[in-house]
């Protein structure tokens, strides 16, 4: 599957953001979605991520009450809803798929995700 990942761009502490995942060659609707990010000098970490059906999502704790995922599977698109942001959250955000797993599992482990998207750079100022 291709993942084209959008929606990045500057913007001040407390602001939002609305990224796009938008995917194409797979049935949208038998993958699982998830959101990395990762920040310069760090490693990749787990973000998001939501269900086949959109009824389960699961959020690292730091993005908890701050962001939201989502998906149209009528549009093959996936989305993450950033608010109130933080210097922290300043980092490239990638976009993730999978068709492993039941119906109700989700996964926050890089490895478990077998197509990624490009990234698109989210940079957060105080």
């Known amino acids: 599957v291709q993942l084209q990942a959008s929606g990045g761009g500057l913007v001040q502490a407390g602001g939002s953001l609305r990224l796009s995942c938008a995917a194409s060659?797979?049935?949208?609707?038998?993958?699982?979605m998830g959101w990395f990010r990762q920040a310069p000098g760090k490693e990749r970490e787990f973000v998001s991520t939501?269900?086949?059906?959109?009824?389960?999502?699961y959020y690292t704790e730091s993005v908890k009450g701050r962001f939201t995922i989502s998906r149209d599977n009528a549009k093959n698109t996936v989305y993450l809803q950033m608010s109130s942001l933080k210097p922290d959250d300043t980092a490239v955000y990638y976009c993730?798929?999978?068709?492993?797993?039941?119906?109700?599992?989700?996964?926050?482990?890089?490895?478990?995700?077998?197509?990624w998207g490009q990234g698109t750079l989210v940079t957060v100022s105080s």
């Open positions: 993730a798929a999978d068709q492993s797993g039941g119906s109700r599992y989700l996964s926050q482990y890089a490895n478990e995700y077998d197509s």
């Open positions: 939501i269900s086949r059906s959109a009824a389960y999502t």
């Open positions: 060659g797979r049935t949208f609707s038998s993958l699982r």
